[in-house]
């Protein structure tokens, strides 16, 4: 299926437990991102991809590691989950603009509400 | 420090009247806006956007005013339909900077 997916799309782990959140797009976007959603903030950017093994920080990235082997994944890894990461995560994809990424075509996947206990 | 701010966490409006929503920002080099729509249990969707150089944008029954002076944009959706019920996010870039600043979002519910 083209577009952009995310799985599991629910996840219940325990504190201190590791948790890989996968994404895949099927359009070869270069740019990829992480969001968390929490009540009070809105969208939070964790960390976003330019390209496959070129990967940089956003807001709030303490806690999670991510990867970029190919253009089509950009895994998130929570390496030992607290209870504050409880929250959902979004996954976006855009292609190169006329700066840097293009904001009208940012292209968002379903989400993976993660609980933490 | 958030740095864009939609002070209504909820609106309802009545089918076939306008529905204004509101975003105010504090950060004066945003370039670019945007408005996102996000139904339950998806994410969220582009909706329409505006330039800082440009003060009005439309889009079919979506139109987005952008008031500099004052920090201060609108998304206008008239009529209001009861598919327009979702919760909506402005959105904010500072081109050069990679990141997209969202505001906290406004649940519309359109009462039939």
């Known amino acids: 299926d083209a577009g952009i997916t995310q799985s599991p799309r629910y996840k219940i782990t325990e504190t201190g437990r590791q948790v890989t959140l996968m994404c895949h797009q099927t359009?070869?976007?270069?740019?990829m991102f992480w969001y968390r959603q929490d009540l009070g903030h809105g969208l939070r950017l964790i960390y976003y991809s330019a390209a496959a093994d070129i990967t940089d920080k956003g807001e709030v990235p303490d806690g999670y590691v991510v990867s970029r082997s190919k253009t089509e994944n950009f895994p998130l890894t929570l390496e030992s989950a607290t209870r504050s990461q409880t929250s959902v995560y979004f996954c976006?994809?855009?292609?190169?603009?006329?700066?840097?990424?293009?904001?009208?075509?940012?292209?968002f996947g379903p989400g993976t509400r993660l609980t933490v206990l | 420090d958030q740095q864009v701010k939609q002070n209504s966490p909820s609106l309802s409006v009545q089918e076939g009247r306008i529905s204004i929503l509101n975003c105010d920002y504090t950060?004066?080099?945003?370039?670019?806006f945007l408005w996102y729509k996000k139904y339950p249990a998806e994410g969220p969707t582009f909706l329409i956007s505006i330039s800082s150089i440009k003060d009005k944008n439309e889009d079919g029954r979506f139109t987005v005013f952008l008031n500099k002076s004052a920090k201060h944009l609108s998304l206008h959706i008239v009529p209001s339909q009861p598919g327009d019920s979702a919760v909506y996010f402005c959105?904010?870039?500072?081109?050069?900077?990679?990141?997209?600043?969202f505001g906290t979002g406004t649940r519309l519910t359109i009462i039939p």
């Open positions: 359009w070869s976007h270069s740019y």
């Open positions: 976006a994809s855009t292609v190169v603009g006329a700066t840097l990424w293009d904001p009208d075509t940012q292209y």
């Open positions: 959105a904010a870039i500072e081109f050069g900077n990679e990141k997209l600043t």
């Open positions: 950060n004066s080099m945003f370039d670019y």
